[in-house]
Structure formats: structure tokens, C-alpha cells
């Protein structure tokens, strides 16, 4: 029985789908964030949450290892029943529901701010919503193929940063560990926000086409995106000093300000439009995962009118209340701390209960 | 259907695309090129903007305005009632501080629309003007290009031979928020023409401190490890002092492949900082007879004590001054850093009390085409 065969995804699908997720628009305050918590510490607090990642997604494989065919909602309905199971399943769904939304306003208003200040933010993200409508009502595949594209045409961008090296001073990153160890711990608060994007797992895994190197691919994704995060913030550290870095609120955008060619001046304008197409990697899937959860609920196959109602009912929230950069901010604290539950408490109180639901139902598993 | 869908799709976005309500077009903006604050007599905050005139009825090939105003975002406000079209800062090329606005602490916080404003670039450079403002500003040489272009490029090259340091908004923003070194911008006089002095020195709180001359200015740079550019060096040689009218015991040279090493400890309660000096010269001028091939230790010897000596010279005026324009505290924070933990927001006196040790070594790589 497997139900989701037409939308069976690759290996180097799903690498680059959860690497995608991940990448968003954190990266733009994670130096200033990771600074004013550690220090010049804070990349640290990067291979420290890799490490949690690692292991968070290692329960969620041993979960669904024994349910090869489940999503988390088919698991959930298994083992909780039709109605108790919808305790999870909504907040799992509002969930994803957030994510959109936080990931869309917030690179609104990253447009609005360096390109468009006088168009309506509304307008802007009526403009985000057509390519999210024309990819997220496809299937799992669709995603699986346009995160690989992107990344294979974006590949080049970290590369632009090398461009500052000679204004660099390394000696910034010294001594290491300031403080002693409390520090970097605490910095793994602001990375959790940049890192959230592993919880897709537990949706994805029954599409995998090759399920025993669904570990690797975890570990492969995770270790790209922490690479990309680290080098990112080593070169603001290194470029700004550890005093003055806490002082701008998108290290990354300032720092690419500083690059100007004879015949180009303002990169960091253009690095940000083309930055969008990674950022759209980000909503768009958790768009297509919104929209997933929502059919499931409703006990529907088809996902696509979902998509549109989501994002109709996007737009209409951002003409109502027009959000701020400083909302977006609270939001993204508040969103983090929902992406733990959802990372990392859920698998493991499944993964216990599991434990026991095993136990006692002994043989009639599949 | 699905066409008449398509066409409906295509419609709607192409009525987004039209919006392009703000818009500027290049005749509605006036570039200011150079952007100048000072103070005037009766201690008023005076801005004052060069902009390029694109109009071949002009005579004078900028226009020149100079406002009374209380922040750099409202002195906008007032350029815009008077020129002719709106005032836009993304083409900034330098900006100019009247040194009488650096005798009080607190200018740095009239530059945070350059900061804080995406649209304005961060890579203008920053030069303290010895004298007013205006009369930079004001002046338009017959022989020269456009002022605002003029006064960008003498900059730059000043820099490329060493003469003045080429600090940007960006690194002013570094240098004034890190604790361990104070901020150094170029210094610029009009004297009949524009001269760069050299290399003005600010305290901790971004008042003036002192200026380094040009020769001041080159073991200034090769201090710093950003350095770039030519070092020229002229030296006496005191072994070869003659009696004759012209005193021809002096020596030029090119410094090339300079390097340096900074060692630092904690001694008796104070920093103690070593600095290795490598570099390798190629003479470039001698007015004495002297045996290179045969005696050149004895030249390089020298050359090292003479150039040591400067150096000790520099090092007791920016002690003095009680200022750490090199960033010898970033060394201090990266090496000791529990010592300087406890000073760091009195650097600048505790860098006065350190023991500072430049050991300079020179090796002669030619000495020309002549013997």
C-alpha cells in the first residue's frame, strides 16, 4: 500500500528540500543575533545546534522507520484515533500555518524596506502569492525539484563575500571562548530560529523514494546549511568589530554594501533580489505543507483549494494590520519556541509513547 | 477557458507592473557629491552639500548651498526649498568635518542618516577640514574637474603614496564603536589650493587630538595591518654627514614587502607590546658615496636604528595624546583578554601607560641601476 508513490521524491531531493526550508531570512540578523548573545563566540552556538539537529532528526527516523508508509497525520490517526489525534494535528498544522506567514512578512518587508517604501505591503505580497499559488498546488515533487533548481542557481552567492576578506580582521574571533561555555550555549536561543526547517521529516518521509538514506540526507542538509550559516557569520565577524556589529540589524545587507565595482555600485540591492529565490524555498514548500496538513484535516486529497483560501486569508491579514518590523521580530521569538515543540518534544514523546504502543500491539503493526 | 483564464492572469499582473509611483527621474535629483558640517561663529551647526549642475547655460559647473539647521535629515529639507530639484545622497563621494565641529564630542551622531538610511552608500570618504568648510566647498578651480571628483581623487592618491589614511563612512562607524583603537581621518587644507596635511587623529569620544605629517603618516600605516599602497622614505644617515653646503647625507628608498609581528604581555600591572618590523628596500636615491655591495649590513643597521628611532618618536605622541589610532587593543582583547577586560572602556589611558617596543629589520634588495 503506498499512497503517495506519484509524489515519490529523490535523495537529492530531499537534501535540498530541507536545506531550503531552513535557509531563509534568518541569515540576515543571525550575526547581530548570535553577537549580542556570545559574542564573538557565537558561530559556536551553530555547530551546537547541527549537533541537536542531528539528533532531533534521528528520533524522527526511528519513529517513522517502523511506519515506512505514514505521514505524521496517518501516524498520529493510527495511533491516537480519528478525533484524539486532532489534539496534534492542529497545532502541528497552525504551525506551518505561522511559519508562511512569518517567512512571507518578513521578506516583505525586507523589500519594502530596500526597494519598494512606498508600495502598499499588501500589493507586495499579493505578488509573492502567484508563484507560491502556481508551485505549492503541485505535489511534493514540484517542491522537491524547484528547491534543487534554486540551489544549483544560487550556488554562486557565497562566493560574493569573498570579496571583503581584504578589509577582514581576524583577529576579532580572538580569544575563543571569552567567556567559557555559558555563552555559546546561550546563543543557541537566536540559531533555532535560522535552523527550524527539520520537522518536515515527519511529513516527507513516506515520499521518500530511497528510505535508508533518509539519515544521510538529513545530515548532508543540515551540514550545508550550518557551513553556509557559519561562513556567513565569521566573515561579518571578522569584517565588523565585535562593538559595533550589535549596531546594525542585518549584518549581512550592510556588509554587502560595502562591495561596489567600477561599474556597479549598491551590490547588496541586487544580491537581496536574487536572495528572494532562496528565501521562496523557504515559504513556498511550508506553504505546500500548510495546505497539506489543512487537507488532511479535512480528510480531503486534494490540497490545492487550501492553498489559495491560505493565501487569500494571508493577504487579507497584512491589509488589516499591516505588520512591523518590530512585530515580525516578536513573532519570530514566539514561532521559534513553537518550532521546538514541534522539532524536538513531539518526536521524542512519540517516539516514548511508541515505545509502549509497540509493546502492546505486538504483530498487528502493518 | 483556460486561455481566456490565462489572459485574465496576465491582466490583472500587468496592472501591478505600471506601479511605479516612486519613480525619480534623473532631472529631478540633485547628487550631493561632497556633504559638509561645521560649526560657525556663533557656534550654529552649518551644512553645506556640492552638487553637479547638468546644464550647459550654467557657468559654474556645480551649484553650492550651505544651510543653518540643527540635523543632517532636516538640512535636506532645506536644500530641497532652494535647488533645483531633490537632494539625494546615494552618490556621496566625501564628506568634510570642520575641525571646529571635532573641538566637541557628540558629531558622530549627525552622521546616522548615512548609517540608518538604506538608500545613502556607506563609502564616501571622511576628511577633517583645518579651517572652514565652506571655503572647500565654495571653491572651484578653473584648472581642475568638477570639486566634489577633484577632491575624491586627490584623496585616493594621497592614499596610494601613504601621505593620508582613506577612512569611509563604514570603517569611521568601526573605528568610533571599537573600544580598542580611535578613529584617524584624512586632513584636508585650502591654502590657495586644496592640500592633504595628512592623517588627524581623534580621541575616543571623536574629539581632535593631533595631526600626523606625511613622513608620521607612513609608520603610522605600516603599523596598521590594512596597509597598501607605495612607502617612500627619505632618511638621514648620520655616519655620512659631510661639511659641505648641501649636507649630503641623506637616503631614499622604496619599502616593499612589509611585515609586521605584535607580540603582547602583561607586565607590572601594564600591556607590553612588541612589534616586529620586516621589510625589504630598494634605494631609489643616495646622495653619499658609499660601497652597497660590500657594506650593506652597515647600511641596514642604519637604516633600522633611524627608522626605530621615528618610530619611538610617533609611538610617545599618540601615547601622550592618550589615543590608540593603530588598534593596538584589538591585540590586547585577542591576547589578554582578562587583563583588558578591566580597561577597556579606559583604553585610551591604559594604552597611555603601555610599554610599546617597534624593532625594525631592513634588508637591501638592490640599490638601483648606478653604483
Known amino acids: ?366 | 477557458m483556460k486561455q481566456w483564464k490565462l489572459c485574465c492572469t496576465m491582466l490583472i499582473l500587468a496592472a501591478f507592473l505600471t506601479n511605479c509611483s516612486d519613480r525619480l527621474n534623473v532631472e529631478d535629483v540633485t547628487f550631493s557629491l561632497l556633504i559638509g558640517i561645521d560649526l560657525d561663529e556663533e557656534d550654529n551647526l552649518l551644512f553645506s552639500i556640492s552638487s553637479p549642475v547638468f546644464s550647459k547655460e550654467a557657468k559654474k559647473k556645480e551649484e553650492d548651498l550651505e544651510v543653518r539647521t540643527n540635523t543632517t535629515r532636516k538640512s535636506r529639507e532645506e536644500f530641497d526649498r532652494s535647488v533645483v530639484a531633490l537632494t539625494m545622497g546615494g552618490k556621496v563621494q566625501a564628506v568634510l568635518l570642520g575641525k571646529r565641529l571635532l573641538q566637541h564630542k557628540g558629531w558622530f551622531q549627525l552622521l546616522d542618516p548615512l548609517y540608518r538610511d538604506n538608500k545613502n552608500t556607506v563609502l564616501p570618504i571622511v576628511a577633517l577640514v583645518n579651517g572652514k568648510v565652506s571655503d572647500i566647498i565654495r571653491y572651484s578651480p578653473q584648472d581642475k574637474p568638477r570639486l566634489p571628483i577633484y577632491l575624491a581623487e586627490l584623496l585616493r592618491t594621497a592614499h596610494m603614496r601613504n601621505i593620508t589614511v582613506n577612512t569611509t563612512i563604514q570603517l569611521l562607524h568601526r573605528q568610533m564603536f571599537e573600544k580598542g583603537m580611535t578613529p584617524s581621518i584624512s586632513d584636508l587644507r585650502k591654502d590657495g589650493n586644496l592640500k592633504v596635511m595628512g592623517t588627524a587623529l581623534l580621541k575616543e569620544d571623536g574629539r581632535y587630538a593631533l595631526t600626523l605629517d606625511p613622513v608620521e603618516n607612513k609608520l603610522f600605516s605600516i603599523l596598521n595591518p590594512r596597509r597598501g599602497g607605495e612607502f617612500p622614505f627619505t632618511v638621514t644617515i648620520p655616519s655620512q654627514s659631510d661639511e659641505s653646503f648641501f649636507k649630503h647625507d641623506k637616503l631614499s628608498f622604496t619599502a616593499t614587502d612589509i611585515s609586521t609581528k605584535t607580540k603582547v604581555n602583561y607586565e607590572q600591572n601594564n600591556f607590553r607590546f612588541d612589534i616586529n618590523v620586516k621589510m625589504r628596500i630598494n634605494l631609489s636615491e643616495r646622495l653619499f658615496a658609499f660601497n652597497v655591495e660590500k657594506e650593506a649590513k652597515k647600511l641596514e643597521k642604519e637604516i633600522e636604528q633611524q627608522l626605530e628611532a621615528q618610530f619611538v618618536q610617533l609611538i610617545d605622541k599618540i601615547q601622550a595624546a592618550k589615543i590608540d589610532p593603530v588598534g593596538f587593543g584589538l591585540y590586547a582583547r585577542a591576547k589578554q583578554y582578562r587583563q583588558w577586560k578591566g580597561v577597556q572602556d579606559r583604553w585610551g589611558e591604559a594604552f597611555s601607560k603601555a610599554d610599546v617596543n617597534v624593532k625594525v629589520k631592513v634588508r637591501v634588495m638592490s640599490m638601483g641601476a648606478t653604483k
Open chain 1, 1 to 366: 500500500m503506498k499512497k503517495y508513490a506519484l509524489n515519490e521524491i529523490t535523495f537529492m531531493q530531499f537534501i535540498f528540500l530541507i536545506h531550503g526550508i531552513q535557509v531563509g531570512t534568518g541569515i540576515m540578523s543571525l550575526p547581530k543575533d548570535l553577537a549580542e548573545k556570545s559574542g564573538t563566540d557565537g558561530w559556536m552556538s551553530l555547530i551546537i545546534g547541527w549537533f541537536i539537529n542531528i539528533i532531533a532528526s534521528y528520533v524522527m527516523i526511528q519513529i517513522f522507520k517502523r511506519f515506512p508508509n505514514d505521514t505524521l497525520y496517518d501516524l498520529l490517526n493510527r495511533l491516537f484515533g480519528k478525533w484524539l489525534s486532532l489534539f496534534i494535528s492542529i497545532p502541528v498544522t497552525l504551525y506551518f500555518i505561522c511559519a508562511v506567514w512569518l517567512i512571507l512578512i518578513r521578506a516583505m518587508l525586507y523589500i519594502k524596506a530596500w526597494f519598494l517604501p512606498q508600495t502598499p505591503d499588501y500589493i507586495v505580497v499579493f505578488l509573492f502569492t502567484i508563484p507560491t499559488f502556481m508551485l505549492a498546488r503541485n505535489g511534493l515533487r514540484i517542491m522537491g525539484r524547484y528547491c534543487e533548481l534554486v540551489f544549483y542557481l544560487t550556488a554562486w552567492m557565497p562566493f560574493i563575500l569573498l570579496l571583503v576578506l581584504g578589509d577582514s580582521h581576524w583577529i576579532h574571533l580572538l580569544p575563543l571562548f571569552k567567556e567559557g561555555m555559558m555563552p555559546v550555549v546561550k546563543g543557541l536561543e537566536s540559531t533555532i530560529y535560522s535552523i527550524a526547517g527539520l520537522e518536515i521529516t515527519m511529513i516527507v518521509y513516506p515520499f521518500l523514494k530511497n528510505k535508508q538514506s533518509a539519515m544521510l540526507g538529513i545530515v548532508i542538509a543540515n551540514s550545508i546549511t550550518i557551513l553556509a550559516y557559519i561562513y556567513v557569520t565569521i566573515i561579518c565577524f571578522a569584517f565588523f568589530s565585535p562593538d559595533e556589529i550589535t549596531g546594525y540589524n542585518q549584518p549581512l545587507l550592510s556588509l554587502l554594501k560595502v562591495i561596489e565595482f567600477r561599474f556597479l555600485e549598491r551590490f547588496d540591492m541586487i544580491f537581496l533580489a536574487i536572495y528572494l529565490f532562496i528565501v521562496s524555498t523557504s515559504w513556498i514548500p511550508y506553504m505546500f505543507f500548510a495546505a497539506f496538513s489543512v487537507s488532511q484535516l479535512m480528510r480531503k486529497q486534494d490540497h490545492t483549494p487550501y492553498v489559495a483560501v491560505l493565501l487569500v486569508l494571508i493577504i487579507a491579514i497584512v491589509f488589516v494590520i499591516h505588520p512591523s518590523w518590530n512585530q515580525a521580530d516578536m513573532w519570530s521569538k514566539r514561532v521559534s519556541i513553537y518550532n521546538i515543540g514541534i522539532t524536538f518534544v513531539l518526536p521524542l514523546l512519540l517516539w516514548v509513547y511508541i515505545q509502549f504502543y509497540v509493546r502492546v500491539h505486538k504483530g498487528e503493526l502493518h
